[in-house]
C-alpha cells in the first residue's frame, strides 16, 4: 500500500548541503517506491531537483529575512510556530506517517501526529544543543545551556521511532537515561548516495570546469566540500594547507560551500596561500560531481560524534581518496579505506594530505576499492525499503501491536 508522508524540515529546504540532501534523497528514494512525500519547510531555500511522488509546501513568506542562513538563529522561533501552523494545515489531506526531521522537526511533529492520530518518526541529525555550541549560537556556560539541554531530552521522548544516520548516534541515544522505554527504538539509517549520480563526468566537463575556475595546468588539486564552518574543520585545513603548500607547491586547495567565504578567504590572504586556494562558494547539488573530479585528494576535517558526514559519502561514491580526521562517523563510513589522522592535529592533517599526494600508487588502488563500498552499501534504493519497514512497524505498533525493530544495536 502506497503511504502519504509528511515531512517536517524545520529549514531552508533546499540549500546544497549534507541535512537536506538526507531529506529529498529520502523522500525521492520514496516516491521511486510508489510512495507520496510532502515536506512542510522555511519558506526561502531553493526548489530541489524535480522527484516523482515529492512535493514542498512551504510556510507563508517572510520578506524580511529571505536569505537562507545555516544553524541556528532567533527567527526560528517564529519560523517554526508558522512551519507548525503550515504542517497542520496541510496533515488536513491524507496522512499515514509524519517524518520529522531536527528537534524543531520532531517537536511540531509530535502536535500534528498526536491530532491526526498517526505515528512520528524523528529523524535525528544530531544533537541540538552540541549543534548550537558548534555553529557558536550558544556557550556550555551559558544560562540558556541547561533548559536547551532539558528541552532536547524531552524531545527526543516523543517519537514513535528514531532514525540516525550512524550506528554511533544511534548507540548514545539508545544508551540515554533520557529516552523511554523500548516502545520507542532507535534505529540505525546511515546516509547513502545515488551512484548513478556522483560518477565521473567526461573529461572534457572536468577540464573546461577547471579552466573556468582558473586551477593552474599541472597543479595537483585537494578537494573540500561541504559547510564552510569551525566545526567542519575549514581552519584547520586552510592552516594544513599552508603546510602542504611549502612542502609541495604544486598544490592546489579547492574549497568549495559557504557561509563562511570572507571568513576562510581573508584566513588564507593572511597565510599568504591565496594564489594556491580557490573558492567556489556554493556548489548546486546537481553540479556536486563535476566539481569533485577535479580533485586528486578530498579531506574532511569534521570532529563531531553525534553528526553524519554526508560529503564523505560523494567522495567514496567518486572513488577519491580522503584524508579524514578520525570518527567513529567517519569509521562507520569509510572503514579501513581512508587516510585517519587525530582529530585537530593540524600538523599531522598536513603530513597526510601530503603523504597521499606523493603516493599516486595507494590512491590508484583506493579509488576502485572506495567505488565498489559506495555501491554494495550505501544505496538510497536498499535504504527506501528499508524505511517503508520502519513505516510499517510504526503503524502496526500504533493498531496496538509491538514494535520490532529491524536491526538491533550493539
Not at 524523528?122 to 544543543?129: A, C, E, T, V
Not at 544560562?143 to 531530552?153: G, M, Q, V
Not at 572513488?319 to 579501513?336: H, I, M, S
Request: hydrophobic content about 45%; aromatic content about 8%.
Amino acid at each position: 500500500m502506497p503511504y502519504h508522508v509528511l515531512a517536517i524540515a524545520p529549514t531552508s529546504f533546499f540549500a546544497d548541503y549534507g541535512c537536506h540532501v538526507r531529506i529529498f534523497e529520502e523522500a525521492r528514494a520514496l516516491g521511486v517506491l510508489g510512495h507520496q512525500v510532502t515536506i512542510c519547510a522555511y519558506h526561502n531555500g531553493q526548489d530541489p531537483p524535480p522527484a516523482r511522488g515529492v512535493r514542498v509546501v512551504r510556510m507563508p513568506r517572510v520578506p524580511w529575512h529571505a536569505e537562507i542562513r545555516v544553524g541556528s538563529h532567533y527567527h526560528k522561533l517564529y519560523f517554526d510556530a508558522l512551519l507548525a501552523a503550515t504542517a497542520l494545515a496541510t496533515s488536513i489531506g491524507r496522512v499515514d506517517v509524519v517524518h520529522a526531521h531536527l528537534h524543531e522537526g520532531a517537536l511540531i511533529g509530535y502536535l500534528v501526529s498526536r491530532l491526526r492520530g498517526v505515528p512520528l518518526v524523528f529523524d535525528y541529525q544530531g544533537s541540538l544543543s552540541c549543534e548550537m555550541v558548534d555553529h557558536q549560537f550558544l556557550r556550555p556556560d551559558s544560562p540558556l545551556y541547561r533548559p536547551i539541554l532539558w528541552l532536547e531530552h524531552l524531545i527526543d521522548r516523543l517519537p514513535d521511532a528514531t532514525l540516525t544516520s550512524s550506528q554511533n548516534a544511534a548507540r548514545l541515544l539508545a544508551a540515554s537515561p533520557h529516552r523511554r522505554p523500548p516502545r520507542a527504538p532507535v534505529e540505525c539509517l546511515a546516509d547513502a548516495v545515488d551512484t548513478d549520480f556522483f560518477s565521473r563526468p567526461s573529461p572534457d566537463a572536468v577540464n573546461g570546469l577547471r579552466q573556468r575556475l582558473d586551477i593552474p595546468a599541472g597543479r595537483e588539486v585537494v578537494g573540500f566540500l561541504g559547510l564552510l564552518a569551525e566545526y567542519q574543520g575549514v581552519g584547520d585545513l586552510i592552516y594544513a594547507a599552508r603546510r602542504v603548500i611549502e612542502r609541495r607547491p604544486n598544490t592546489h586547495f579547492l574549497i568549495m560551500g559557504y557561509p563562511g567565504l570572507e571568513r576562510y578567504r581573508r584566513q588564507a590572504f593572511e597565510l599568504q596561500i591565496l594564489d594556491h586556494v580557490t573558492f567556489t562558494g556554493r556548489v548546486p547539488y546537481l553540479q556536486a560531481p563535476a566539481h569533485l573530479a577535479l580533485a586528486d585528494v578530498a579531506v574532511s576535517a569534521k570532529q563531531s560524534t553525534t553528526e553524519a558526514n554526508g560529503k564523505l559519502l560523494n567522495y567514496m561514491a567518486m572513488g577519491l581518496p580522503a584524508v579524514v580526521y578520525d570518527t567513529p562517523v567517519a569509521r562507520e563510513v569509510l572503514a579501513d579505506l581512508a587516510v585517519y589522522v587525530a582529530a585537530g592535529d593540524v600538523a599531522s592533517l598536513a603530513e597526510a594530505i601530503a603523504g597521499l599526494l606523493d603516493d599516486p600508487a595507494q590512491r590508484a588502488a583506493l579509488a576502485p576499492a572506495l567505488r565498489q563500498r559506495a555501491e554494495r552499501e550505501f544505496s538510497w534504493t536498499a535504504l527506501g525499503d528499508r524505511l517503508v519497514r520502519v513505516y510499517e512497524s510504526v503503524r502496526a505498533g500504533a493498531a496496538g501491536r509491538q514494535w520490532r525493530p529491524i536491526s538491533h544495536v550493539q
